[in-house]
C-alpha cells in the first residue's frame, strides 16, 4: 500500500490533499521490530509518529519500574506518537512490540521540513487538532 494511503487513515492526516499525503509519505520510512523490542521508551524525547502496518503493540506506564501498567495495546492501522510531531516533548509511555511488527515512521524533522515548505499541511489539520481538543475538553468535563 503506498505511504500516502496509510498516513491518510490517521485521524490527523485525514483532511490533507493527497499532494500533501504524498510529501508526507516519501518522508516516510519504513521499519521492523522483533517481539519484545521497546520501539520508544517513556521520557525519551519524542522524535516521530508511528502507523501500525502489521503486528500489535502494547503501551506501557512506568516500565522498568516495580510496577507497570499496560494502558492499551494497538494494531495494525493503529497509530502512536502523533502528538511528538508538533511539540517534541517526552514520550509520555512506553511501546512495546507484542509480536513482529511493522511500522511506516514519520521522523519530527522530516514533518518540520514539510510544514515549512508547505504550510496548507498545517492549515488542514488545525480542525482536526481542535476537535481533538474540544474532546478532552469535554471528557474532563464530565469528570467532575
Known amino acids: 500500500m503506498p505511504h500516502e494511503d496509510v498516513l491518510g487513515a490517521a485521524p490527523l492526516f485525514s483532511q490533507l490533499s493527497r499532494k500533501s499525503l504524498a510529501r ?3 518522508a516516510a520510512v519504513e521499519r521492523k521490530f522483533a517481539q519484545g523490542e521497546v520501539i520508544v521508551r517513556e521520557g525519551e524525547a519524542a522524535a516521530a509518529f508511528f502507523m501500525i502496518t502489521k503486528g500489535r503493540v502494547a503501551v506501557v506506564r512506568g516500565e522498568g519500574a516495580k510496577r507497570s501498567d499496560v494502558f492499551n495495546e494497538i494494531g495494525a492501522g493503529g497509530f502512536f506518537g502523533e502528538m511528538s510531531l508538533l511539540d517534541g516533548a517526552p514520550r509520555m509511555a512506553s511501546i512495546k512490540a507484542l ?9 519530527r524533522w522530516d514533518f518540520m521540513a514539510e ?24 471528557r474532563l468535563g464530565e469528570r467532575d
Open 24 to 26: 508526507l509519505g516519501r
Open 99 to 107: 509480536e513482529d511488527t511493522e511500522c511506516l515512521v514519520l521522523s
Open 115 to 138: 510544514l515549512r515548505t508547505t504550510p496548507e499541511i498545517a492549515v488542514a489539520m488545525l480542525p482536526i487538532l481542535s476537535q481533538r481538543v474540544r474532546d478532552l475538553d469535554a
